[in-house]
């Protein structure tokens, strides 16, 4: 599996109600350089359909994938529904909202990666 599957992995299990950084995600995926290529990877649908893009910030908290909606303000309004509050610059709150991920999570998705040779 190449980089762009990790991501679907790991977006996928970013609980509703949360969100995560695109740095965040790199570095579950084993590359932490390339948060980037996570932004390129959701616009561009490269990691699949029915991921959970809305919860996908950057590390200010600002949003920033309108690129992944066909609405400018479609991620603000899929988090609001998920309860996440948005402030009216666009920002969530990373300390109250953002995704604690364990360091458990990291091992265990390392070691499925290597088990799936993803």
């Known amino acids: 599996m190449d980089f762009y599957q990790r991501v679907a992995v790991v977006c996928k299990m970013i609980p509703e109600g ?14 932490p350089k390339n ?23 950057n590390h200010q908290g600002y949003l920033s994938g309108a690129g992944c909606f066909q609405e400018p303000d479609k991620q603000d309004v899929l988090l609001e529904e998920e309860g996440v509050e948005v402030s009216p ?3 969530v709150d990373l300390k109250k909202y953002g995704w604690k991920n364990t360091l458990e999570d990291a091992l265990c998705l390392r070691a ?7």
Not at 18 to 31: N, S
Not at 112 to 118: A, H, L, P, R
């Open 18 to 31: 949360r969100v995560a950084t695109y740095g965040q995600i790199a570095l579950l995926c084993g590359k």
């Open 35 to 57: 948060s980037r290529q996570v932004g390129y990877a959701l616009i561009n649908n490269l990691s699949g359909d029915h991921l959970p893009a809305q919860r996908i910030v």
């Open 112 to 118: 499925y990666f290597e088990k799936t040779g993803i």
């Open 89 to 91: 610059d666009l920002r």
